[in-house]
C-alpha cells in the first residue's frame, strides 16, 4: 500500500490496541503502542531509499528482504528498541506485541497489490501478488479518516476500529469475488489462456489485463465483466542470441527480469549501436507501455548505456539513456 494508507493503519492499530487491558490502564504503554504501531506500519518500505541508488537496485529489493520473515521478526525489535528510550516505564512485552502486529499487517496488506512483496523470503523469492487491491485504495484510506474522526469525536478507538475492519474484511472478500468473476470471463472469452494477471485500478469496477495464451499475449482491461482487448502480440520466444546474452549481463536488465512476469521484447539494429527493449505488459497507460528496460550495445556488443524504470515518453527515455540513435 501507499504510505499514507501504511500510516492511517498503523494509527489504526494503536486504537485497536485500547481494548488492551494493559494498555488501557497504562498510559505510558498506550503511548508507546501507537509510536510502535506506526512505526511498524512504516519500517518494512524504508527499502524505498534505496531508489536513491539506482532504479535497478530499488527494483531487484523493494519488498524484497523489508517484508521477508527474518525482517518481520527484527524490525519489531528494533523498533522498541527506540521507542522504550522514550517510554521507559512501558510494558515490553505488549509494546512488542502490537509492534509486531503493525509489521505483519504492512506485509500482509501487500500481498494485496499487484506488486506483490517477497514475503516467504528466505525460503522462496517468489514474488506474491493477488492483485486485488491497488496500492492506493480510496475506500480502504476513507474508511480508516472515517475512523479516526470518529475517534476524536470521543468514540471509543477499539470498537470503533473493529467496526472499520469488519468492514475492510467484507470488502476485500467483494474485491477477490469480482476479480474471480473477471478471470472467469476472461477464460471463456480467449480459451486458451495459460497465464493470466488481473490488476487493480483505482476505478472499483476497472482490472488492467495481461494475458498469455498460447500464441500470442494480450494486453486489456475488464470494466465489470466486460472484456476489452487494447493490444494483440505474438508470443516470439527470446532468442539464445550473441546479443541476448550481452544485454543480459547489464543490471538494469537483469533486475527487469528477477520482477517483471510477463513482457515483449525487440532488437532495433542502427547505424553505430543495437538497441535490447524488454516491455513490462502488465503496465499500459494512454496506448503507452511506461515500466522498460533498454540496453544499448554496439556492434562489438560491449554495453553503451542503459536504463530500467517507469517513462511515459519516448523522448525521456532518450535523456535517461543519454544517447540518441542513429
Known sequence: MDTGTHIVMGIALGGLATLD???????ATAQAIMAGAIAGSLAP???TILKLQNNATYIRNHRGITHSIPAVMLWPLLIILIITFFFPTANLL???????????????????????????????????????????DPFIFL??????????????????????????????VIRFRMQRKVAKAVHDKIPDVTNLIISPTLRFSHWHLAITAKNHFYVGRAIKNEIIVYDQFDKVPIPESDIIHAAKKDDNLSAFLSFSPVYRWEIEEYNDHIEV??????????????????????????????????????QKLRKKLDYLPN
Open 21 to 27: 487491558p494493559v494498555a488501557a490502564s497504562h498510559p
Open 45 to 47: 518500505d524504508l527499502d
Open 94 to 136: 505488549h509494546l512488542w506485541i502490537w509492534t509486531f502486529v503493525a509489521v505483519i499487517f504492512h506485509v500482509f496488506v501487500d500481498i494485496f497489490n499487484a506488486y506483490g512483496t517477497q514475503a516467504l523470503r528466505p525460503f522462496t523469492k517468489k514474488w506474491i501478488a493477488l492483485g486485488i487491491i491497488n496500492t492506493f
Open 143 to 172: 474508511v480508516h479518516i472515517a475512523g479516526i474522526i470518529v475517534w476524536g469525536l470521543g468514540a471509543h478507538p477499539g470498537y470503533t476500529f473493529l467496526i472499520v475492519y469488519a468492514i475492510l474484511f467484507l470488502y476485500y
Open 277 to 314: 527493449r524488454f516491455i513490462d505488459l502488465r503496465y499500459r497507460s494512454k496506448d503507452y507501455y511506461p515500466f522498460v528496460a533498454v540496453v544499448q550495445l554496439d556492434y562489438n556488443l560491449n554495453i553503451i548505456s542503459s536504463y530500467t524504470g517507469w517513462i511515459f515518453s519516448e
